[in-house]
């Protein structure tokens, strides 16, 4: 088969998007993976609010971080301190913390979870790919044990299943990991104007 039919079908757009802000994640996500990136999980002291690390690192949260503020202005550092400081106890105690750091909070996966199940932006974990839309967030524990998530694309492999855009290790890419391992999330989330 010709390579440029082959890639066709391998990643048809899907045909509708839910909305607008479906389109605005998707194409904020995708201009990640054109950025080249260190993967580098060290912690960083960071400016507050819409504090970053340096634009050459990140890891897997700070895709999702930078693909909202880019597409809507939105600061999940801020968000995410401000409810965890309201309501410490609803948060994940993994790293022995007595009170909030907006330094890392955001950065962590189980803190994004959190934080989006309090939004009510959780949807149902299916085994059917038509349930994961454009610019919904999934996340996984990789191993069982190592938390990641990414953001699902407007691409989709040939038999239907979306690709994820996120960063594993070497930097933001858009590829077909939605059933890589246990999914622990899925989430629909579009930040209301601040």
Not at 12 to 28: G, K, L, Q, T, Y
Not at 99 to 106: C, E, F, G, S, T
């Amino acid at each position: 088969m010709h390579r440029a039919l082959l890639t066709l079908l391998l990643f048809w757009p899907m045909s509708v998007f839910a909305d607008s802000a479906s389109v605005a994640i998707v194409e904020s996500a995708r201009e990640r993976t054109y950025a080249d990136v260190r993967y580098d999980p060290k912690y960083v002291k960071l400016s507050y609010p819409n504090g970053d690390v340096s634009p050459d690192t990140g890891v897997c949260t700070d895709v999702i971080i930078r693909t909202f503020r880019n597409a809507f202005g939105f600061d999940f550092q801020k968000a995410v301190h401000e409810d965890m400081r309201e309501n410490f106890s609803a948060y994940p105690n993994v790293w022995g913390l007595s009170r909030p750091d907006k330094n890392i909070d955001h950065r962590r996966v189980p803190n994004l979870e959190a934080f989006l199940k309090r939004q009510g932006a959780a949807v149902p974990m299916t085994k059917n790919p038509k349930d994961y839309l454009p610019g919904d967030i999934v996340s996984w524990r990789l191993g069982g044990r190592i938390a990641h998530i990414g953001i699902v694309s407007d691409k989709k492999t040939w038999d239907g299943t979306p690709l994820i855009i996120h960063n594993i290790g070497g930097g933001p890419v858009e590829d077909n990991i939605l059933w890589i391992d246990k999914m622990t999330g899925h989430f629909r989330f579009a930040p209301k104007a601040e």
